[in-house]
């Protein structure tokens, strides 16, 4: 370690105690970014490839901070090391709009490679992550693919179930290029950590087949020595490093307290005369820094891999990778399947080689047995790993699994849909339909839950041609994950062209004034059973996704749902559908085990129920009208 390297260290540890104490209402986690401030300092001035004036690059290598709350160090690694992030956006800390946010946001921060803050998410998706660069890497070779992953977490990560799953994948899977250092500090937001963890976590990394070490957070060459034996090792490494948290201030070092919030006035006074800066300084980046900081800001690697792509024999195949997709021709139906039957004969006739993914064990239910990953009993990694899998480019990944175990999944939909990541959930076992498999697995509440989440969509097909339309809706969305929830049970092709696309259509029509049902899945063959079962007209709408809907003009929404009463008709829970219609036949409560057609009967799907409701609701909304005029 030189001078400037103690230098630069010093500072970053005065920025972690600055941008808390400064931000509004003295917000922020300082302890530890201090404590992993020399690791920090390392990796990006000695061992990560990347060019800050091009942060996207796709050879780069990946730093995920999966302990986020630690951000302040990242942040002022990156304006150090000439990522376009300036001292006034530093002083701009958890404010909103800002550059600097409370946690990392990749699609707010130049050089933040995964957004994280849930604990365990961000090592999860690491792997992921790894495991792109694996395949890229195997389809184009070292000359466009050689990089690595890195992850910083701390015990909290560890803790986080979703961090066993991804490490015994990545473990199983021999990701080679992931490295992950873990900050063993000793304590909790909640007190010392053998309050509640001490398992031997260097023995259950080694049993998932990693490499595991140790060095000490302020051993600089022991540091550098861990990483070397990581990258050379075939197995993925797991780095102890012990740390202090909020060293080397006097009193709080060590202290659980030293987590957050920001330090006092006093303990930042008393902790820059201990680091050599100015104790009533902010912000203190001396002039001696600034040499280091254009040396890394002018990193040419970039423009370097550029050329190698544009001389390379593959150089169109990467341009298909990183294209939108363009699927094949669609195949035929010629009669009642099942949409997750449909979903599995579209995936075996789509000619995508970036199209990636697999089950949660599964394959058979789903029918993704032509996926190249199996995922096993792991829900909760397989959604995150998918999440690193589209952060990392190049690849459009899928997962599957049957619908109610999506609640497994929801830490990691949520960070799909906040970064807008292009994951496709293939989820089966739709409705009660599904039968004997009881409550357990009949999805009630999950259809609901999901649409409640911002830039999710939802796509429920009614029929293969849904199926087929709502596949091509998800691979062309890269900007945001997308679920297709598809029936156990066969469903009767539309006759007519369907629209997923526009989110819902008309599937009979009637007079703008009559009566309309509004459907998804298989709720739209109950709907036109029971409009056969009616006196007078009624038109019947499928609704795939309401989202889609939802973007279509005020004037075509008016046109699909007309200006007469409306029904929803949904085997889940009615919340939300009164957004659209006036009432509900849905499922507010839990369903049983039973054959499917029995259950749908029992809980009153059947289009005898169905018309018997659109009877009462016309007689009703008429009724209204007539006491009013």
Same mark, same amino acid.
């Given at each position: 370690?030189?001078?400037?390297?103690?230098?630069?260290?010093?500072?970053?540890? =005065?920025?972690?105690?600055?941008?808390?104490?400064?931000?509004?209402? =003295?917000?922020?986690?300082?302890? #530890?970014?201090?404590?992993? *401030?020399?690791?920090?300092?390392?990796?990006?001035?000695?061992?990560?490839?990347?060019?800050?004036?091009?942060?996207?690059?796709?050879?780069?290598?990946?730093? /995920?901070?999966?302990?986020?709350?630690?951000?302040?160090?990242?942040? =002022?690694?990156?304006?150090?090391?000439?990522?376009?992030?300036?001292?006034?956006?530093?002083?701009?800390?958890?404010?909103?709009?800002?550059?600097?946010?409370?946690?990392?946001?990749?699609?707010?921060?130049?050089?933040?490679?995964?957004?994280?803050?849930?604990?365990?998410?961000?090592? *999860?998706?690491?792997?992921?992550?790894?495991?792109?660069?694996?395949?890229?890497?195997?389809?184009?070779?070292?000359?466009?693919?050689?990089?690595?992953?890195?992850?910083?977490?701390?015990?909290?990560?560890?803790?986080?179930?979703?961090?066993?799953? *991804? !490490?015994?994948?990545?473990?199983?899977?021999?990701?080679?290029?992931?490295?992950?250092?873990?900050?063993?500090?000793?304590?909790?937001?909640?007190?010392?950590?053998?309050?509640?963890?001490?398992?031997?976590?260097?023995?259950?990394?080694?049993?998932?087949?990693?490499?595991?070490?140790?060095?000490?957070?302020?051993?600089?060459?022991?540091?550098?020595?861990?990483?070397?034996?990581?990258?050379?090792?075939?197995?993925?490494?797991?780095?102890?490093?012990? +740390?202090?948290? =909020?060293?080397?201030?006097?009193?709080?070092?060590?202290?659980?307290?030293?987590?957050?919030?920001?330090?006092?006035?006093?303990?930042?006074?008393?902790?820059?005369?201990?680091?050599?800066?100015?104790? %009533?300084?902010?912000?203190?980046?001396?002039?001696?820094?600034?040499?280091?900081?254009?040396?890394?800001?002018?990193?040419?690697?970039?423009?370097?891999?550029?050329?190698?792509?544009?001389?390379?024999?593959?150089?169109?195949?990467?341009?298909?990778?990183?294209?939108?997709?363009?699927?094949?021709?669609?195949?035929?139906?010629?009669?009642? +399947?099942? #949409?997750?039957? *449909?979903?599995?004969?579209?995936? &075996?006739?789509?000619?995508?080689?970036?199209?990636?993914?697999?089950?949660?064990?599964?394959?058979?239910?789903?029918? #993704?047995?032509?996926?190249?990953?199996?995922?096993?009993?792991?829900?909760?990694?397989?959604?995150?790993?998918?999440?690193? /899998?589209?952060?990392?480019?190049?690849?459009?990944?899928?997962? !599957?699994?049957?619908?109610?175990?999506?609640?497994?999944?929801?830490?990691?939909?949520?960070?799909?849909?906040?970064?807008?990541?292009?994951?496709?959930? /293939?989820?089966?076992?739709?409705?009660?339909?599904?039968?004997?498999?009881?409550?357990?697995?009949?999805?009630? %509440?999950?259809?609901?839950?999901?649409?409640?989440?911002?830039?999710?969509?939802?796509?429920?097909?009614?029929? @293969?041609?849904?199926?087929?339309?709502?596949?091509?809706?998800?691979?062309?969305?890269?900007?945001?994950?997308?679920?297709?929830?598809?029936?156990? &049970?066969?469903?009767?092709?539309?006759?007519?062209?369907?629209?997923?696309?526009?989110?819902?259509?008309?599937?009979?029509?009637?007079?703008?004034?009559?009566?309309?049902?509004?459907?998804?899945?298989?709720?739209?063959?109950?709907?036109?059973?029971?409009?056969?079962?009616?006196?007078?007209?009624?038109?019947?709408?499928?609704?795939?996704?309401?989202?889609?809907?939802?973007?279509? +003009?005020?004037?075509?929404?008016?046109?699909?749902?007309? !200006?007469?009463?409306?029904?929803?008709?949904? @085997?889940?829970?009615?919340?939300?559908?009164?957004?659209?219609?006036? %009432?509900?036949?849905?499922?507010?409560?839990?369903?049983?085990?039973?054959?499917?057609?029995?259950?749908? %009967?029992?809980?009153?799907? #059947?289009?005898?129920?169905?018309?018997?409701? +659109?009877?009462?609701?016309?007689?009703?909304?008429?009724?209204?009208?007539?006491?009013?005029?």
């Amino acid at each position: 370690m030189i001078d400037t390297d103690r230098l630069a260290i010093a500072c970053l540890r =005065g920025l972690s105690l600055d941008l808390p104490r400064q931000a509004d209402n =003295g917000s922020g986690h300082s302890g #530890t970014a201090m404590a992993l *401030a020399p690791l920090g300092w390392l990796l990006y001035s000695k061992i990560l490839r990347y060019d800050p004036k091009v942060p996207q690059w796709p050879d780069r290598d990946r730093l /995920v901070m999966s302990n986020g709350h630690a951000c302040v160090l990242l942040y =002022g690694l990156l304006h150090l090391c000439g990522f376009d992030l300036s001292l006034e956006d530093l002083r701009q800390f958890r404010r909103p709009g800002s550059k600097t946010p409370g946690h990392p946001e990749s699609w707010v921060t130049p050089g933040v490679d995964f957004s994280t803050g849930p604990l365990g998410q961000g090592l *999860a998706a690491a792997v992921g992550m790894a495991w792109a660069e694996q395949r890229l890497g195997e389809e184009f070779g070292p000359d466009l693919v050689d990089h690595y992953t890195y992850v910083l977490c701390s015990d909290g990560d560890l803790m986080e179930g979703v961090s066993a799953e *991804a !490490s015994s994948l990545a473990g199983h899977l021999g990701l080679r290029r992931l490295i992950v250092f873990y900050d063993d500090n000793g304590v909790t937001i909640d007190g010392p950590c053998s309050r509640s963890f001490t398992e031997d976590v260097l023995a259950r990394y080694q049993a998932y087949g990693w490499q595991v070490l140790s060095a000490g957070g302020e051993d600089w060459a022991g540091l550098e020595q861990a990483v070397r034996a990581a990258q050379s090792d075939p197995r993925p490494s797991l780095v102890r490093v012990r +740390t202090v948290i =909020g060293y080397p201030s006097p009193t709080m070092q060590g202290r659980s307290q030293a987590h957050s919030p920001a330090f006092s006035h006093e303990e930042i006074r008393a902790t820059k005369q201990l680091l050599g800066l100015d104790p %009533e300084e902010l912000y203190q980046l001396p002039a001696a820094l600034e040499e280091v900081r254009r040396e890394l800001a002018g990193r040419n690697l970039a423009a370097i891999w550029r050329e190698r792509l544009e001389a390379h024999p593959q150089r169109d195949l990467w341009s298909t990778f990183h294209s939108p997709p363009r699927p094949g021709p669609r195949p035929a139906f010629s009669g009642p +399947t099942a #949409t997750r039957a *449909a979903s599995g004969k579209i995936l &075996q006739n789509l000619n995508l080689p970036q199209l990636v993914g697999g089950s949660a064990d599964l394959a058979g239910s789903t029918n #993704t047995q032509s996926g190249q990953l199996a995922f096993g009993v792991r829900e909760g990694a397989m959604a995150a790993f998918c999440n690193g /899998v589209a952060q990392h480019g190049g690849l459009i990944p899928y997962c !599957s699994t049957y619908f109610a175990f999506s609640d497994q999944m929801k830490p990691s939909l949520r960070l799909a849909a906040l970064a807008g990541l292009g994951v496709i959930c /293939v989820w089966t076992h739709d409705s009660l339909a599904l039968g004997e498999d009881g409550p357990t697995h009949q999805p009630v %509440e999950q259809l609901a839950t999901l649409r409640a989440l911002p830039n999710f969509w939802v796509l429920r097909p009614a029929d @293969a041609q849904e199926t087929m339309q709502a596949w091509e809706v998800a691979l062309q969305r890269r900007d945001g994950p997308c679920g297709l929830v598809l029936s156990r &049970q066969t469903l009767p092709l539309l006759s007519l062209e369907t629209r997923v696309d526009l989110g819902a259509y008309i599937v009979r029509d009637g007079p703008f004034g009559c009566p309309t049902l509004l459907a998804s899945g298989s709720e739209v063959h109950l709907c036109l059973a029971a409009a056969e079962l009616l006196e007078f007209p009624v038109r019947v709408v499928s609704m795939p996704c309401w989202e889609l809907f939802e973007l279509q +003009t005020a004037r075509y929404q008016t046109e699909v749902l007309g !200006s007469g009463p409306r029904l929803a008709v949904e @085997a889940a829970a009615s919340l939300g559908w009164h957004r659209w219609a006036d %009432e509900v036949v849905g499922l507010d409560r839990f369903g049983a085990s039973g054959p499917g057609p029995e259950l749908m %009967e029992l809980y009153g799907f #059947t289009p005898g129920a169905v018309a018997a409701r +659109t009877r009462t609701l016309r007689a009703c909304q008429s009724g209204s009208r007539s006491s009013k005029a």
